[in-house]
T-cell receptor, first 114, second 111 residues
């Protein structure tokens, strides 16, 4: 079975541009998580969905960030406008159901904002 | 709130050396504890876990024991291999709460 799929793997953009990161969770998993990894702050949970509904978005840094999950097999994380401090690796993870079960991580998207 | 503190790296070892990566935690109640591993260019993978005090998690030769009295969950391996080179993350999860990760410890194993 395919694991969590993320695209693109690398993204370089200029400050002020819109960035959209994409994630396809493992088929049959009902929960999806977006994380951000930086040297300064480590790995932080930004938002998670259960059955396509956002449950906890308290980790979203500010209004420039938004996440959607229009169906069970696709989610996006959008940054608009992007800033250099948004440069990080963004991971998507999925689990069978909620917080209790093991999370399976995608390979990440490395975002560089110049 | 819940937090995890792990030793800074990098940890540099020769092949077949003994490995210890320290992890301590602060949490209310009885959290579950985890070690994740991140190989270069990949996402995190669950390495082992323990869900209650005195439990020992083990996988691929790695072990960690949940010590409530010292609030620790140190990762150990008796003989490391070059292929173990990666970043290791200690994490905890309270009941029905999100995972909280440590900052990660990079392990470098030379032949």
């Amino acid at each position: 079975d395919a694991g969590v799929i993320q695209s693109p793997r690398h993204e370089v953009t200029e400050m002020g541009q819109e960035v959209t990161l994409r994630c396809k969770p493992i088929s049959g998993h009902n929960s999806l998580f977006w994380y951000r990894q930086t040297m300064m702050r480590g790995l932080e949970l930004l938002i998670y969905f259960n059955n396509n509904v956002p449950i906890d978005d308290s980790g979203m840094p500010e209004d420039r960030f938004s996440a959607k999950m229009p169906n069970a097999s696709f989610s996006t994380l959008k940054i608009q406008p992007s800033e250099p401090r948004d440069s990080a690796v963004y991971f998507c993870a999925s689990s069978p159901q909620g917080l209790v079960y093991e999370q399976y991580f995608g390979p990440g998207t490395r975002l560089t904002v110049t | 709130g819940n937090s995890v503190t792990q030793m800074e790296g990098p940890v540099t070892l020769s092949e077949e050396a003994f490995l210890t990566i320290n992890c301590t935690y602060t949490a209310t109640g009885y959290p579950s504890l985890f070690w994740y591993v991140q190989y270069p260019g990949e996402g995190l993978q669950l390495l082992l876990k323990a869900t209650k005090a005195d439990d020992k998690g083990s996988n691929k030769g790695f072990e960690a024991t949940y010590r409530k009295e010292t609030t620790s969950f140190h990762l150990e391996k008796g003989s490391v291999q070059v292929s173990d080179s990666a970043v290791y993350f200690c994490a905890l999860r309270g009941s029905f709460q999100k995972l909280v990760f440590g900052t990660g410890t990079r392990l470098l194993v030379s032949p």
